[in-house]
């Protein structure tokens, strides 16, 4: 099983379990997901984490075929409506992020309630690489965060931010060391579980409520799907998944 949940008192454990590929999800990882948030049954906190040296490298890119494939019909068929079942929780949601948490990994991540980085995290979606557009939920979470401008240099350059500065800059909600990353997100879930859960979901509903005024999840997800599915066409697309896949520099040309 590639995602996994485990239920200690009123903490469930979440964990993507597919280190050999960065935790890099398919359509069968999303499924084993969903199935492993079914499993939290009466848990009133959630904390999600991943085996391996990486939280998720994002989509699994190995099989993708640029110019032929629907990308706007992947995002919105089986990526988005988990990262919107995340986001939607009542219960409370830890994320414990470790190394790179990229693309749909950043998405789940930030569709948590609190996000915890390790110090040496690599966080951000550095669509530029492969001449593609931000998704699941990416331009959300950053500009709520960081403002347009930062949003923006993050954009073009494709910079990764480390948990340390990732926390420093409010993009996090804090930065721990790596060996310590497991225990404090567990025992942060825990403090939050022992208090008065019922209360913390109307208040997590008004919080939510008030950040979607700006940009409502749902709408973004759909307005980056449309403009992943448009750029999935571009020259510049194919030559960056290519390139990624042949482990070699891309050749952008604008188009």
């Known amino acids: 099983m590639t995602v996994t949940c485990t239920v200690d008192a009123d903490v469930a454990e979440i964990r993507m379990i597919r280190p050999d590929k960065l935790n890099a999800l398919d359509e069968t990882m999303v499924d084993a997901f969903h199935a492993a948030l079914d499993d ?24 993708a075929e640029p110019l032929t494939e629907d990308a706007e019909a992947i995002l919105r068929d089986t990526f988005n409506p988990l990262l919107l079942r995340i986001s939607d929780l009542d219960v409370p949601t830890i994320a414990a992020v470790q190394g790179a948490c990229l693309g749909v990994g950043f998405g789940i991540a930030f569709a948590c309630d609190v996000v915890l980085a390790a110090d040496d995290a690599k966080l951000g979606s550095p669509f530029a690489r492969i001449g593609a557009v931000l998704d699941s939920g990416a331009h959300r979470y950053l500009v709520e965060r960081l403002g347009p401008h930062r949003t923006l240099e993050l954009i073009y350059t494709g910079r990764l931010l480390s948990g340390a500065d990732a926390a420093a800059i409010g993009l996090v909600n804090r930065s721990v060391p790596r060996d310590a990353l497991h225990s404090e ?68 040309t604008g188009h």
């Open 40 to 63: 939290t049954g009466a848990a009133r906190a959630i904390v999600v984490t991943a085996e391996g040296r990486a939280f998720s490298a994002g989509r699994d890119l190995s099989a």
């Open 185 to 252: 997100a567990l025992s942060l879930a825990r403090t939050i579980a022992a208090g008065p859960t019922a209360a913390f979901a109307e208040s997590k509903r008004i919080v939510r409520a008030l950040a979607a005024e700006a940009a409502r999840l749902p709408a973004v997800l759909a307005a980056e799907g449309a403009a992943q599915g448009r750029i999935a066409r571009s020259v510049d697309y194919a030559e960056g998944i290519t390139a990624f896949q042949d482990k070699r520099t891309p050749e952008f």
